[in-house]
T-cell receptor, first 115, second 114 residues
């Protein structure tokens, strides 16, 4: 079974600074997808960024980018120019390439952004 | 608003009572999922529907839990004889048949069992 581990329960960053959230996963599959989801307080979870395992290039979405290290099974999220609205719980998630959409989530990292 | 909607948002009940949650997915999505999230943890998969067919159930879904999706539209999750351990946020998500597996989540239904 696949597992996803987020070793940082909490992180904080100053507004406009850069922060990196860590995620490691364990799988024996070669075809899979990795995601970062953001869950603001009392709001629904939304997708931040997605990475296909077969792609060597790291995904980027505006201020959000990932560092995907397939051999190390590491998938970190970098948030540049942090904004107050980035404050949320962030979840790393894994999906098998053969799966319809079932996700395995990590425990989450609470990100606080200080003005 | 064409997002995933869940009702009720909050439910407080006494132990032993039955509760039912409803989820209305994005209209063109034929895949629907239920997850459970306890405080400070990531969501855990409960069950999955493709159209009206329930294709997978987690071991977390005990006999007291039942989910339906009649006509492949909205879904209900019923918990019978609630226990304090059932207290959690119940999240519904939907996705399209095609795509990279992006799930669209609702805001969740929070259950408190006294």
């Amino acid at each position: 079974a696949q597992t996803v581990t987020q070793s940082q329960p909490e992180m904080s960053v100053q507004e406009a600074e850069t922060v990196t959230l860590s995620c490691t996963y364990d799988t024996s599959e070669s075809d899979y997808y990795l995601f970062w989801y953001k869950q603001p307080p009392s709001r629904q979870m939304i997708l931040v960024i997605r990475q296909e395992a077969y792609k060597q290039q790291n995904a980027t979405e505006n201020r959000f980018s990932v560092n995907f290290q397939k051999a190390a099974k590491s998938f970190s999220l970098k948030i540049s120019d942090s904004q107050l609205g980035d404050a949320a719980m962030y979840f790393c998630a894994y999906k098998s390439g053969t799966s319809y959409g079932k996700l395995t989530f990590g425990q989450g990292t609470i990100l606080t952004v200080h003005p | 608003d064409t997002g995933v909607s869940q009702d009720p948002r909050h439910k407080i009940t006494k132990r032993g009572q039955n509760v039912t949650f409803r989820c209305d997915p994005i209209s063109e999505h034929n895949r629907l999922y239920w997850y459970r999230q306890t405080l400070g943890q990531g969501p855990e998969f409960l069950t999955y529907f493709q159209n009206e067919a329930q294709l997978e159930k987690s071991r977390l879904l005990s006999d007291r839990f039942s989910a339906e999706r009649p006509k492949g539209s909205f879904s209900t999750l019923e918990i019978q004889r609630t226990e304090q351990g059932d207290s959690a946020m119940y999240l519904c998500a939907s996705s399209a048949y095609r795509g990279h597996g992006e799930l669209f989540f609702g805001e969740g239904s929070r259950l408190t069992v006294l």
